[in-house]
Protein backbone atom coordinates (compact mmCIF):
# COMPACT_ATOMS: atom_id res chain seq x y z
CA UNK A 1 0.00 0.00 0.00
CA UNK A 2 1.87 3.25 -0.82
CA UNK A 3 2.36 5.35 1.63
CA UNK A 4 1.54 9.57 1.67
CA UNK A 5 3.48 11.64 -1.10
CA UNK A 6 4.66 14.75 -1.06
CA UNK A 7 5.57 17.04 -4.12
CA UNK A 8 7.42 18.46 -4.49
CA UNK A 9 10.37 17.62 -1.75
CA UNK A 10 12.22 20.22 -1.85
CA UNK A 11 11.68 23.88 -3.62
CA UNK A 12 13.50 27.23 -3.41
CA UNK A 13 11.21 30.67 -4.09
CA UNK A 14 11.64 34.40 -3.17
CA UNK A 15 10.08 36.61 -0.98
CA UNK A 16 6.54 38.05 -2.21
CA UNK A 17 6.16 34.43 -4.31
CA UNK A 18 3.83 32.00 -3.83
CA UNK A 19 4.00 28.61 -3.51
CA UNK A 20 1.26 25.62 -4.20
CA UNK A 21 2.54 21.97 -2.29
CA UNK A 22 0.68 18.79 -2.94
CA UNK A 23 -0.59 15.45 -1.06
CA UNK A 24 -1.87 12.26 -1.81
CA UNK A 25 -3.01 10.66 1.14
CA UNK A 26 -2.91 6.75 1.92
CA UNK A 27 -5.81 5.16 -0.78
CA UNK A 28 -9.01 5.22 1.59
CA UNK A 29 -7.85 8.01 3.83
CA UNK A 30 -10.48 10.83 3.80
CA UNK A 31 -8.69 13.08 6.36
CA UNK A 32 -5.58 15.51 5.49
CA UNK A 33 -4.27 17.26 7.53
CA UNK A 34 -1.28 20.28 7.28
CA UNK A 35 1.71 20.83 9.43
CA UNK A 36 4.73 23.51 9.47
CA UNK A 37 7.72 21.65 11.05
CA UNK A 38 10.51 24.72 12.02
CA UNK A 39 13.46 23.64 14.31
CA UNK A 40 12.66 26.01 17.23
CA UNK A 41 8.79 25.50 17.14
CA UNK A 42 8.09 22.05 16.29
CA UNK A 43 5.06 20.88 14.26
CA UNK A 44 2.16 23.54 13.94
CA UNK A 45 -0.99 22.38 13.00
CA UNK A 46 -2.26 24.35 9.87
CA UNK A 47 -5.51 23.13 8.61
CA UNK A 48 -7.41 19.79 8.64
CA UNK A 49 -9.77 18.69 5.49
CA UNK A 50 -12.28 16.25 6.23
CA UNK A 51 -14.35 15.17 2.53
CA UNK A 52 -13.67 17.98 0.76
CA UNK A 53 -14.20 20.18 3.95
CA UNK A 54 -12.13 22.12 6.03
CA UNK A 55 -12.45 21.07 9.63
CA UNK A 56 -10.14 23.29 11.61
CA UNK A 57 -7.38 25.62 10.72
CA UNK A 58 -4.48 26.81 13.25
CA UNK A 59 -3.03 30.24 14.01
CA UNK A 60 -1.87 31.29 10.81
CA UNK A 61 -2.14 34.33 8.30
CA UNK A 62 -4.69 34.37 5.39
CA UNK A 63 -1.69 33.63 3.18
CA UNK A 64 -1.54 30.40 4.12
CA UNK A 65 -4.58 28.64 2.52
CA UNK A 66 -5.55 24.67 1.16
CA UNK A 67 -8.19 22.83 -0.23
CA UNK A 68 -8.60 18.75 -0.97
CA UNK A 69 -10.38 17.63 -3.88
CA UNK A 70 -12.51 14.81 -4.52
CA UNK A 71 -10.28 12.29 -4.73
CA UNK A 72 -8.87 13.48 -1.11
CA UNK A 73 -5.59 14.95 -3.04
CA UNK A 74 -5.05 18.14 -0.94
CA UNK A 75 -3.05 21.02 -2.01
CA UNK A 76 -1.49 23.93 0.03
CA UNK A 77 -1.07 27.33 -0.93
CA UNK A 78 1.49 30.17 0.73
CA UNK A 79 0.79 33.58 -1.10
CA UNK A 80 3.17 37.27 -0.46
CA UNK A 81 6.15 34.23 1.03
CA UNK A 82 8.33 35.85 3.91
CA UNK A 83 11.73 34.52 5.24
CA UNK A 84 9.83 33.56 8.14
CA UNK A 85 8.06 30.62 6.04
CA UNK A 86 11.05 28.80 4.87
CA UNK A 87 10.41 25.71 6.89
CA UNK A 88 9.17 21.57 6.27
CA UNK A 89 5.63 21.27 5.47
CA UNK A 90 4.12 17.92 6.40
CA UNK A 91 1.37 15.92 5.08
CA UNK A 92 -0.38 13.42 7.04
CA UNK A 93 -3.35 11.25 5.84
CA UNK A 94 -5.81 9.13 8.16
CA UNK A 95 -8.81 7.20 8.16
CA UNK A 96 -10.70 9.42 10.72
CA UNK A 97 -10.78 12.75 11.62
CA UNK A 98 -6.99 13.54 13.66
CA UNK A 99 -8.55 15.05 17.43
CA UNK A 100 -10.75 11.81 17.17
CA UNK A 101 -8.02 9.19 17.62
CA UNK A 102 -7.25 8.46 14.06
CA UNK A 103 -3.67 7.29 13.43
CA UNK A 104 -1.95 10.24 11.13
CA UNK A 105 0.39 8.69 8.56
CA UNK A 106 2.92 11.26 7.33
CA UNK A 107 4.43 11.98 4.05
CA UNK A 108 8.22 12.76 4.14
CA UNK A 109 7.31 16.51 3.53
CA UNK A 110 8.05 19.51 1.52
CA UNK A 111 10.85 21.41 2.50
CA UNK A 112 10.59 25.48 1.41
CA UNK A 113 13.78 27.68 1.37
CA UNK A 114 12.60 31.33 1.14
CA UNK A 115 15.29 33.70 0.12
CA UNK B 1 -5.90 27.23 25.79
CA UNK B 2 -4.19 24.86 23.20
CA UNK B 3 -0.46 25.05 24.10
CA UNK B 4 1.19 21.59 24.71
CA UNK B 5 4.33 22.38 26.90
CA UNK B 6 6.61 19.23 26.27
CA UNK B 7 10.19 18.49 28.05
CA UNK B 8 12.75 18.59 28.33
CA UNK B 9 13.94 19.78 24.56
CA UNK B 10 16.58 17.60 24.21
CA UNK B 11 17.94 14.35 26.21
CA UNK B 12 20.99 12.34 26.04
CA UNK B 13 21.23 8.50 28.01
CA UNK B 14 23.42 5.54 27.85
CA UNK B 15 22.53 2.51 26.13
CA UNK B 16 20.52 0.43 28.72
CA UNK B 17 18.97 3.37 30.59
CA UNK B 18 15.11 4.20 30.80
CA UNK B 19 13.86 7.56 29.15
CA UNK B 20 11.29 9.57 30.13
CA UNK B 21 10.04 12.82 28.64
CA UNK B 22 6.81 14.80 29.99
CA UNK B 23 3.96 16.92 28.63
CA UNK B 24 1.06 19.03 29.88
CA UNK B 25 -1.80 20.16 28.18
CA UNK B 26 -3.99 23.22 28.71
CA UNK B 27 -7.99 21.90 27.71
CA UNK B 28 -9.42 19.85 30.20
CA UNK B 29 -11.25 18.93 27.48
CA UNK B 30 -8.78 16.91 25.92
CA UNK B 31 -9.00 12.97 25.37
CA UNK B 32 -6.23 11.51 23.02
CA UNK B 33 -2.44 11.81 23.51
CA UNK B 34 -0.54 10.15 20.94
CA UNK B 35 3.08 10.29 20.47
CA UNK B 36 4.69 10.31 17.24
CA UNK B 37 8.71 9.68 16.91
CA UNK B 38 10.04 11.36 13.59
CA UNK B 39 13.95 9.38 12.32
CA UNK B 40 16.05 11.85 10.36
CA UNK B 41 14.51 12.80 7.06
CA UNK B 42 11.41 11.39 7.58
CA UNK B 43 7.72 11.91 8.76
CA UNK B 44 6.58 11.57 12.26
CA UNK B 45 5.25 7.82 12.78
CA UNK B 46 2.96 7.11 15.44
CA UNK B 47 4.44 4.54 18.28
CA UNK B 48 1.92 4.81 21.31
CA UNK B 49 -1.18 6.61 22.25
CA UNK B 50 -3.97 6.84 25.39
CA UNK B 51 -7.02 7.88 25.96
CA UNK B 52 -8.71 10.13 28.91
CA UNK B 53 -10.46 6.67 30.01
CA UNK B 54 -7.15 5.02 30.92
CA UNK B 55 -3.96 5.79 33.19
CA UNK B 56 -2.05 3.59 31.51
CA UNK B 57 -0.30 1.57 28.34
CA UNK B 58 2.69 -0.59 27.74
CA UNK B 59 3.87 -1.68 24.46
CA UNK B 60 7.02 -3.44 24.59
CA UNK B 61 9.56 -1.13 25.86
CA UNK B 62 7.52 2.22 25.73
CA UNK B 63 4.64 2.70 27.94
CA UNK B 64 2.39 5.87 28.29
CA UNK B 65 0.84 7.53 32.18
CA UNK B 66 -1.86 9.85 31.86
CA UNK B 67 -2.74 11.73 35.17
CA UNK B 68 -6.12 13.95 33.97
CA UNK B 69 -6.50 15.45 37.34
CA UNK B 70 -2.37 17.12 36.73
CA UNK B 71 -2.98 17.17 33.30
CA UNK B 72 -0.04 16.12 32.24
CA UNK B 73 1.45 12.56 30.27
CA UNK B 74 4.75 10.70 29.75
CA UNK B 75 6.31 8.65 27.57
CA UNK B 76 8.78 6.11 29.09
CA UNK B 77 11.00 3.96 27.28
CA UNK B 78 12.98 1.13 28.75
CA UNK B 79 16.37 -0.35 28.00
CA UNK B 80 17.09 2.29 25.25
CA UNK B 81 18.45 0.81 22.35
CA UNK B 82 20.57 3.34 19.65
CA UNK B 83 17.85 2.95 17.40
CA UNK B 84 15.41 4.72 19.89
CA UNK B 85 17.47 7.75 18.98
CA UNK B 86 14.96 10.18 17.26
CA UNK B 87 12.70 13.38 18.28
CA UNK B 88 9.79 12.30 19.78
CA UNK B 89 6.77 14.50 19.94
CA UNK B 90 3.28 14.40 22.18
CA UNK B 91 0.01 15.61 21.37
CA UNK B 92 -2.97 16.34 22.61
CA UNK B 93 -6.77 16.73 20.77
CA UNK B 94 -7.91 20.26 21.38
CA UNK B 95 -11.27 20.91 20.71
CA UNK B 96 -12.67 23.15 18.05
CA UNK B 97 -15.95 24.75 16.89
CA UNK B 98 -17.59 21.17 17.59
CA UNK B 99 -14.50 19.00 16.26
CA UNK B 100 -11.23 18.56 17.64
CA UNK B 101 -8.03 19.00 16.31
CA UNK B 102 -4.50 17.53 17.30
CA UNK B 103 -2.10 20.30 19.03
CA UNK B 104 1.77 19.22 19.06
CA UNK B 105 4.63 19.66 21.46
CA UNK B 106 7.63 21.03 20.38
CA UNK B 107 9.80 17.63 20.83
CA UNK B 108 12.35 15.93 22.23
CA UNK B 109 15.32 15.14 20.43
CA UNK B 110 16.86 11.53 22.56
CA UNK B 111 20.17 10.79 21.97
CA UNK B 112 21.21 7.20 22.77
CA UNK B 113 24.83 6.38 23.41
CA UNK B 114 25.96 3.22 23.03
Known amino acids: KAGVTQTPRYLIKTRGQQVTLSCSPI?????VSWYQQTPGQGLQFLFE???????NKGNFPGRFSGRQFSNSRSEMNVSTLELGDSALYLC??????????????FGEGSRLTVL | GENVEQHPSTLSVQEGDSAVIKCTYS??????FPWYKQELGKGPQLIID?????GEKKDQRIAVTLNKTAKHFSLHITETQPEDSAVYFC?????????????FGKGTKLTVNP
Open chain 1, 92 to 105: ASSLRPSGSGGELF
Open chain 2, 50 to 54: IRSNV
Open chain 1, 27 to 31: SGHRS
Open chain 1, 49 to 55: YFSETQR
Open chain 2, 91 to 103: AASIPQGGSEKLV
Open chain 2, 27 to 32: DSASNY
